[in-house]
Nanobody, 123 residues
Framework: QLVESGGGKVQPGGSLKLSCAGS????????IGWFRQVPGKEREAVAC???????EYAESVKGRFVLSEDNVKNTVDLQMNSLKSEDTAVYYC???????????????????WGQGTQVNVSS
């Protein structure tokens, strides 16, 4: 079970840090990805930690979002900087499976989706 936290309201240009908490075993065994969804649209992958701990980002967030592991807190965090109104969404994390050689951004989510954490970027 992965649990998201850290969402909130922030002005454009601001920052937020999201956390995905899980067991140490889960975080070490599986690729972990962050996704987001807005009403009426499909859930999209924004960042993930793939095989060999390579980190990949969607083009829309590259250079602004940073994914990292916190081995003390057993979390996979998403630092979101220079936020834009179009980043407004519910953010989710999930464990992923992806065939060897493919991007974790197109990986298959493995667990039931949690409640997510809402991020609102507005002035």
């Amino acid at each position: 079970q992965l649990v998201e936290s850290g969402g909130g309201k922030v002005q454009p240009g601001g920052s937020l840090k999201l956390s995905c908490a899980g067991s140490r075993w889960t975080l070490k065994t599986y690729m972990i990805g962050w996704f987001r969804q807005v009403p009426g649209k499909e859930r999209e992958a924004v960042a993930c930690e793939g095989a060999r701990k390579t980190i990949e980002y969607a083009e829309s967030v590259k250079g602004r979002f940073v994914l990292s592991e916190d081995n003390v807190k057993n979390t996979v965090d998403l630092q979101m900087n220079s936020l834009k109104s179009e980043d407004t969404a519910v953010y989710y994390c999930n464990a992923l499976a992806a065939p060897h050689g493919t991007s974790c951004l197109v990986g298959t989510p493995l667990t039931r989706w949690g409640q997510g954490t809402q991020v609102n970027v507005s002035s």
